[in-house]
């Protein structure tokens, strides 16, 4: 079992950053990428941004590539999710989720059904 915690999240006015973090406990050692979800009232969760826990391998969303940057440290089990140049439409609650399954390729790893473990989510609330 891996235990994910989010926090970070909170409110901005449009153009400006937040940092989530994602604290992983447990059996961490069987994760082999880290993702980040987010899901706004009455749509589908839907996928951010990934990272790959073992070796280099990043992807992202069209829809934030450039504006936020996912990174991890391994010696803290911490992945974080750095937005910048927030939207409204970056509204949503920010899930992280955890996968012990291994694709070669960073982007196999957009897909929601792919990960085995989730966090409860935090809110970020983007004002125009």
């Known amino acids: 079992q891996v235990q994910l915690v989010e926090s970070g999240g909170g409110l901005v006015q449009a153009g400006g950053s937040l940092r989530l973090s994602c604290a992983a406990s447990?059996?961490?050692?069987?994760?082999?990428?880290m993702g980040w979800f987010r899901q706004a009232p009455g749509k589908e969760r839907e996928f951010v941004a990934a990272?790959?826990?073992?070796?280099?391998?990043?992807y992202y969303a069209d829809s934030v590539k450039g504006r936020f940057t996912i990174s991890r440290d391994n010696a803290k089990n911490t992945v974080y999710l750095q937005m910048n140049s927030l939207k409204p439409e970056d509204t949503a609650i920010y899930y992280c989720?955890?996968?012990?399954?291994?694709?070669?390729?960073?982007?196999?790893?957009?897909?929601?059904?792919?990960?085995?473990?989730w966090g409860q989510g935090t809110q970020v609330t983007v004002s125009s």
């Open positions: 447990g059996r961490t050692f069987s994760t082999n990428a």
């Open positions: 990272i790959k826990w073992k070796i280099s391998g990043t």
């Open positions: 989720a955890a996968s012990g399954r291994y694709y070669s390729g960073t982007a196999s790893y957009s897909v929601r059904g792919r990960y085995d473990y």
